[in-house]
């Protein structure tokens, strides 16, 4: 890893982090996860740490997701990065989950897929305009995963369900109405912000000072369909009350959804509802197993070949059809991996 990657800093009281790959959106690669672990703990038994902030370089992304594609070429190899990376990934999200001090993601632009493990675990997300949040991952081949098994589920209603199967992009307002923003601070504002923090005020006092109300929300308007169709027990039954539904809303989710990842998608719903029952630790377990699958089978290469490499846009699914994937095809994603669990 460049130590260019990701920047440690500290000012005042407080510590500061950017991940610092504009050039790819931010994306995480293997060592800045561990390299951001580390110094999390070194700053944790420092007193004169109060809070830690974790911003983005640039202004299209606090951080679009993992370094998909050096994943592909690690899968593709089979050399041991890709079940490296995502180990020491889960270690990180599970360590700022339970991180002892105020955890501060200034969430600007895109935040996806890895992003989302390294702010949406913190004490805090703090958004402006410009932020979009998702959990793509279904079209890729893989599963809402950094955590998206305990957060998800857990999101007003069945708003996280939604989000994990239709890949739905959120921005400001639907952000803080789904709960992934915790405050809206204008970007005009963001270095006050900053200078507050490190000059000793709470994040607290902080907060009520500069934070503003959150815009309204365009999900409110589909909050109830969203409840009613993403609470069935299956996939297959989401999809009805969808079709059932009619409207364009509705008939466009359904879209979205059939053109995911058949077997990731019935993976994500089962992921979700299992997920409702576990601890955060647990859900990291039941990630890393089913993520040891995932990099040993098909749809995540197709997935990442179609949008990433290619850019065709027309993955070739196997099996091509959730009709074709039946319930019992997922059970083994969640069987114990023995010696090799995720060392939590």
């Not at 890729?140 to 998800?152: K, N, Q, T």
């Not at 400001?172 to 507050?196: C, F, N, S, W």
């Amino acid at each position: 890893m460049s130590e260019a990657e990701i920047l440690f800093e500290r000012r005042g009281v407080a510590a500061i982090v950017t991940l610092n790959r504009p050039q790819a959106l931010n994306a995480l690669t293997h060592g800045m996860a561990v390299a951001l672990h580390a110094q999390l703990k070194d700053w944790a038994a420092d007193d004169a740490v109060k809070c830690v902030l974790v911003e983005g370089a640039g202004e299209r992304a606090f951080c679009a997701g993992g370094d998909i594609r050096t994943l592909y070429d690690s899968g593709k190899a089979g050399t041991p990065y890709a079940v490296e990376f995502y180990r020491d990934e889960y270690l990180l999200n599970a360590y700022i989950k339970h991180y002892p001090k105020p955890y501060i993601a200034l969430i600007r632009g895109i935040v996806m897929g890895g992003g989302v493990g390294v702010s949406v675990h913190g004490s805090h997300r703090i958004a402006d305009e410009s932020t979009l949040f998702a959990m793509p991952e279904t079209g890729i081949g893989l599963f809402p995963d950094v955590g998206g098994s305990f957060f998800l589920p857990r999101l007003p209603g069945e708003i996280g369900m939604y989000l994990a199967l239709t890949g739905a992009r959120l921005k400001t307002a639907d952000a803080l109405y789904a709960g992934v923003a915790t405050h809206y601070v204008p970007a005009k504002q963001r270095e006050t912000l900053i200078e507050k923090l490190c000059g000793g005020e709470s994040v607290a006092v902080a907060l009520r000072e500069l934070a503003e109300d959150a815009p309204e929300a365009p999900m409110a308007a589909h909050r109830e369909k969203i409840d009613v169709a993403f609470a069935a027990h299956a996939v297959d039954g989401v999809l009805e009350r969808l079709e059932r539904d009619g409207s364009d809303w509705a008939l466009d989710a359904a879209k979205q959804i059939r053109g995911k990842s058949p077997t990731a998608t019935r993976l994500a719903f089962r992921q979700l509802r299992k997920g409702t029952n576990l601890s955060f630790d647990g859900c990291m377990r039941m990630e890393f197993r089913m993520v040891n699958r995932v990099i040993a089978g098909h749809d995540f290469y197709e997935g990442v070949r179609a949008t990433i490499i290619d850019k065709d846009g027309k993955p070739k699914w196997k099996p091509a059809t959730l009709a074709e994937v039946p319930e019992a095809d997922i059970d083994h994603y969640f069987l114990p991996l023995g010696e090799k669990e995720l060392p939590l």
